[in-house]
């Protein structure tokens, strides 16, 4: 009989092959739109190869004690995937030999695996210089077990990275849920009262803006704006930087394109929005993306469509970068997402 986490993982494969040929079909099936290769093709990008490695991004589990609209990890209280020790200490033993300079944790919510603060601490033992953990803030206030991670934070000089949807209640609930906006803005003021985030703080806290329908975001730099007049104002919150990153149609989001019958349109707006000059900075060049179980992928978008890399080595225990760094990116049409516009990565806009 299979085991509940076979079955899981059978489900999420299945959900992700279904998602990959949806977006393959259709309008770019039919020739209505170009494909994102055919696109890569005209600016000379086609294949994608990758650039130096810069950052290597691990995702510590699903499990998150959110439930997000958009959430193209399709992360909830429900996840069971949760990184162990083991694969941890393998993660460790790339970070020691790896010349990538940024170590950046996700999830779901990343402080919710069990063994998140011995992995800090151990990566922060063997020098990691740059030192990413994205956080969803309102963990800080999930309860007391939780309540020392700014303390936690600012003794590992980790850069905070923190979702907030809006500078509303409103907006922001109906996005993340109800009671998230008044526990993310308290989530900020801790970070706020040790340091973080500071106009001359080294404390680094930087803040991610999603759009919470189905349009693209705006301008970062006026965005950033805004919040940071919004947030001074209101409540009294500084942070550094505002990230505006473009909602991939996968996961959760596409269900959510699909059913508000928002897919079409949305896919339009992407396409014609296309920016090869942002081509040259997209994630999947600097990025090596580590899954829960320990498989490698060009970016969290292709591991959750099951994307593995295209190279001999596909998994964290037979890692070897100079394989890696010969691999050829897989693209399909979700990269539209990473390169209408401005541009769009986990450090925001790219041109």
Not at 37 to 56: A, G, M, R, T, V
Not at 143 to 155: E, I, R, T
Not at 194 to 208: H, M, N, Q
Not at 336 to 348: F, I, K
Request: charged share 25%; hydrophobic share 35%.
């Amino acid at each position: 009989m299979a085991t509940k986490s076979l079955l899981a993982r059978q489900h999420r494969m299945a959900k992700a092959e279904k998602q990959l040929e949806f977006l393959e079909d259709g309008i770019f099936k039919n020739g209505e739109l170009p494909s994102f290769n055919k696109q890569l093709e005209k600016s000379n990008d086609f294949p994608l190869k990758p650039k130096q490695l810069e950052i290597l991004q691990i995702n510590l589990g699903y499990m998150c004690n959110q439930v997000c609209a958009h959430c193209h990890v399709d992360a909830g209280p429900d996840r069971k995937e949760i990184m162990t020790k083991a694969t941890m200490m393998e993660c460790l033993e790339v970070i020691k030999k790896t010349k990538a300079h940024t170590l950046d944790l996700t999830g779901g919510a990343p402080e919710m695996n069990p063994n998140f603060r011995w992995f800090v601490e151990e990566a922060f033992k063997i020098g990691v210089k740059d030192f990413i953990v994205r956080s969803n803030l309102t963990i800080i206030r999930a309860n007391k077990k939780y309540h020392d991670l700014p303390d936690f934070f600012k003794k590992h000089n980790v850069h905070v990275v923190s979702s907030m949807p809006h500078w509303t209640r409103g907006k922001t609930d109906k996005q993340r849920g109800s009671g998230v906006f008044d526990k993310s803005i308290q989530a900020l003021k801790d970070l706020n009262e040790v340091g973080y985030g500071l106009p001359e703080s080294k404390l680094k806290l930087d803040l991610v803006y999603n759009p919470s329908g189905a349009f693209l975001p705006g301008n970062q730099e006026e965005l950033q704006a805004d919040f940071k007049k919004a947030l001074l104002e209101d409540f009294g919150i500084q942070f550094h930087e505002l990230f505006a990153i473009t909602n991939l149609p996968i996961s959760r989001y596409l269900d959510y394109l699909i059913a508000s019958d928002n897919y079409e349109d949305y896919m339009y707006s992407l396409v014609e929005a296309f920016n090869p000059a942002s081509v040259k900075n997209v994630m999947c060049r600097n990025t090596i993306s580590i899954s829960w179980d320990g498989w490698l992928y060009d970016c969290d978008f292709n591991q959750m469509l099951e994307l593995k890399v295209d190279s001999p080595v596909k998994h964290i225990s037979e890692y070897k970068e100079d394989l890696l760094q010969n691999r050829t990116i897989i693209t399909s049409q979700h990269c539209y997402g990473c390169t209408a516009g401005s541009g769009s990565s986990c450090q925001g806009s790219l041109t």
